[in-house]
DNA sequence: GTAACCAATTACCTCAACGTAACTAACGGA
DNA sequence: TCCGTTAGTTACGTTGAGGTAATTGGTTAC
């Protein structure tokens, strides 16, 4: 039987895989995912959850999800426009894990800034 | 007795939390949190590590990591210089999540490559 | 003396990330 | 006829991330 080999290394600089990790270690793809585990949600919906987020930025993310398998994209042939994005199998992978980070930077916040005050204090 | 009450969301455009989340969900944070799991490790290891990064890339993020308190900057006053780098418990917690994330790109980089392929392709 | 060592800083440049605003398509309703 | 609707694109500008190279400082080895 043969087993898996890890052949990839996120700490090899020319590492496919170190690109794949920039796009899953960014605060819009923590987002998206998180808010995209609750279900299939459309376009403007996403935006509005997402405070602040641009469409651009919405678009090229969910694109870029779209590309590497993560997202679905549901176009429905009405007008006005309505798109509905869900996470794939293998998004849905990535849920609990960007959940946790999100959750991380929730519950940690007021102790990070302490610690900045106490740096910055000297 | 009191119960913690969600007061943060990174879905807030001007919650603090949601810049601490953008410096944890980071490639060079990851990756950086990552190998020090291992261990307490000195500059220029790290620097070995971590393939590619740059002496200034480096320091900055070690910086930021330090002065939110995830890391500890342990100085020798020894010459040539001598400084070693530890995870705080803080800084611990969120080795697991990110070693997850780092896992996730290694393992599934063999299929979002395939699934980039097939979305290149039209 | 001077070269090598290591962590760090600085100046300078480039490029990617991001925001804003204008514009499009296609239909239903006033 | 004109307006509002939604997802998306494009152009343009600004900011920030990041790379490279030069420099610092105080020892030890040559």
């Known amino acids: 039987m043969s087993?898996?080999?890890p052949d990839w290394s996120?700490?090899?600089a020319s590492c496919p895989s170190r690109k794949s990790l920039a796009r899953i270690a960014n605060k819009w793809t923590a987002m998206v995912v998180t808010v995209l585990g609750n279900g299939r949600m459309r376009f403007g919906d996403l935006k509005q959850e997402i405070d602040g987020i641009s469409g651009k930025?919405?678009?090229e993310?969910?694109?870029d999800l779209e590309r590497d398998g993560?997202?679905?994209r549901h176009v429905y042939a009405e007008v006005p426009p309505r798109v509905e994005y869900e996470l794939t199998?293998?998004?849905f992978t990535l849920h609990e894990p960007l959940l946790v980070l999100c959750r991380w930077a929730e519950q940690h916040i007021a102790e990070v800034?302490?610690?900045r005050e106490r740096y910055?204090?000297?």
């Open 70 to 72: 993560l997202v679905t």
């Open 10 to 12: 996120v700490l090899a």
């Open 61 to 63: 993310t969910l694109r």
């Open 89 to 91: 199998e293998l998004g």
């Open 113 to 115: 800034l302490v610690n």
């Open 57 to 59: 930025v919405l678009t």
């Open 3 to 5: 087993q898996t080999v």
């Open 120 to 122: 910055d204090a000297r």
